[in-house]
């Protein structure tokens, strides 16, 4: 008797577009087909800018109409927004986009109350301005808040609608600044020092637990046969992203998560929690089988996304062939400046960094798209160096998935800056990753390294050896440190 290949629909949502993807596994079959891709585009109303959550759900009901009879379903999608629901589970506005003005300046008041050092000792999450934490701080006195009765993240606000079951996914709640990451518990005592009513949160989930079954409703609009199974995944896509990283047994590795955001540091049994690791603004977040996401964020492909929109949208495999030919590290900036945080005119502030900081000027857009690169590169080389001196975990090799593995001369020079072997794949991580967790309640695939082994031997990987002179990446670092 031939072993049991199963079928799943991945939801995964990212910050520019959502797709549900359809995936098979056996014990030696892991494949995944893209059953519908559909935009993500925020919206800015009067009040700020805000995601379409309505279009997003609708294009997952479309996605699952597309993909068919499957055993089970998982959502992921960005980390930290969230939406709030009255008394009757209904949806009080729209979600605000993290890229949302509100938060500006939010972070220094809640620090009047819990200093950074004690926030993060306790949380152990590095600072952004969007985490949902100064989004709550920022929210505290309107009448949207002061009506709510339950708060869920994305993906579980979206497996609610699809469920009517409420649950609060572990991974991404601890995106929230309010989970203790050594008990993988809330922080009650930040929680009640900042006035935060954690009585709004579902209960805590934990990636392969059940979520509930598709509604009759939704099963009557996607033609599927119930009873549909929807489970918890690793619903931050990063935490997905790094379950599926194909890292041998034992191997050293570190891992960069790339795409609008490049994600980029080391999996640990235990967060790291000292001082020095805050003011290197590193962050402890929750991945699978007790494991902790030890990482930076940066900036990552928003800014090259940006420019290219500023451009019209020209074809991007032709401006990657230019910018190979322009000379390396002519200018650089630093990708995890917040200065890139928001949309708009990227090239002139880009250009405008290298001004200020006295190095020439990129013009053209492979210029421009070069700059770029060089910088992000050189993000990655600070951060994998980073983590490793202040974990005490060195490293032999990087593993790049994302969508930036289809970007030849990011994983390139990833690989000279890092002075380190790069493994490129899987492209749709965050995706397999889903699949993977729910393939494992299923009972088809093990633990971690199990499902591993299974994305080694299935998914198409590329290797690229570092070439050229640290020294030359020395130096435009200095440039960087120096202003």
Excluded at 109 to 125: D, H, R, S
Excluded at 133 to 155: C, F, K, V
Excluded at 234 to 247: E, K, L, N, Q, R
Excluded at 389 to 418: E, F, K, M, S, Y
Aim: glycine fraction near 10%; aromatic fraction near 6%; charged fraction near 20%.
């Amino acid at each position: 008797m031939s072993a049991p290949v199963k079928s799943y629909a991945a939801v995964d949502l990212g910050a520019s577009s959502g797709r549900v993807m359809a995936g098979r596994v056996g014990p030696d079959t892991l494949e995944l087909t893209e059953a519908h891709r559909f935009p993500n585009r925020p919206v800015r109303v009067p009040e700020g800018l805000r995601w379409d959550v309505l279009g997003l759900y609708a294009g997952v009901l479309d996605g699952l109409k597309a993909t068919g009879q499957v055993d089970s379903v998982g959502i992921d999608s960005w980390a930290v927004d969230y939406g709030l629901l009255d008394a009757d589970g209904a949806l009080l506005g729209n979600p605000v986009h993290y890229r949302d003005s509100r938060t500006d300046g939010v972070a220094e008041k809640v620090w009047a109350t819990v200093p950074a050092q004690e926030l993060y000792a306790a949380t152990g999450l590095q600072y952004a301005p969007f985490n949902t934490l100064y989004q709550l701080a920022a929210a505290r006195g309107t009448r949207q808040l002061a009506n709510a009765q339950r708060l869920l993240l994305i993906p579980d606000l979206l497996t609610y609608w699809l469920t009517g079951e409420q649950g609060t996914e572990l991974t991404n709640a601890s995106t929230t600044q309010l989970i203790d990451p050594r008990t993988r518990e809330w922080s009650y005592d930040i929680a009640s020092r900042l006035d935060v009513d954690l009585g709004l949160f579902a209960p805590l989930r934990q990636p392969g637990d059940p979520a509930g079954v598709l509604r009759d409703a939704v099963l009557e609009e996607t033609g599927l046969a119930g009873p549909v199974p929807v489970t918890a995944v690793g619903s931050h896509d990063t935490a997905s992203a790094v379950a599926a990283v194909p890292a041998g047994d034992g191997e050293r590795f570190a891992y960069i998560c790339t795409g609008t955001w490049s994600l980029a540091g080391l999996e640990l049994d235990a967060p790291v929690l000292t001082e020095e690791s805050r003011t290197a603004n590193f962050t402890n977040e929750l991945g699978l089988d007790g494991t902790v996401r030890y990482l930076r964020n940066i900036m990552g492909l928003w800014l090259l996304q940006e420019c290219v929109r500023v451009w019209g949208d020209p074809d991007l495999g032709g401006l990657l062939l230019e910018a190979a030919k322009v000379p390396a590290l002519r200018s650089v900036v630093d990708a995890g400046d917040a200065a890139f945080l928001a949309p708009g005119r990227m090239p002139e502030r880009i250009a405008q960094a290298c001004r200020v900081s006295g190095q020439p000027v990129p013009e053209s857009p492979a210029e421009v798209t070069r700059c770029i690169l060089d910088s992000l590169a050189l993000a990655h080389r600070r951060a994998i160096a980073d983590a490793q001196r202040l974990a005490g975990h060195p490293v032999d090799v990087v593993h790049v998935v994302g969508g930036g593995t289809r970007n030849a001369l990011l994983c390139q020079l990833t690989a000279d800056a890092c002075g380190l072997p790069v493994v490129a794949g899987p492209t749709e991580a965050a995706a397999l990753g889903n699949v993977l967790v729910q393939a494992r309640a299923h009972g088809l695939v093990g633990d971690l390294a199990d499902g591993r082994r299974l994305l080694t031997r299935t998914q198409p990987l590329t290797r690229y050896e570092p070439r050229g002179d640290a020294a030359r990446w020395d130096e435009a670092e200095a440039r960087l440190t120096a202003r």
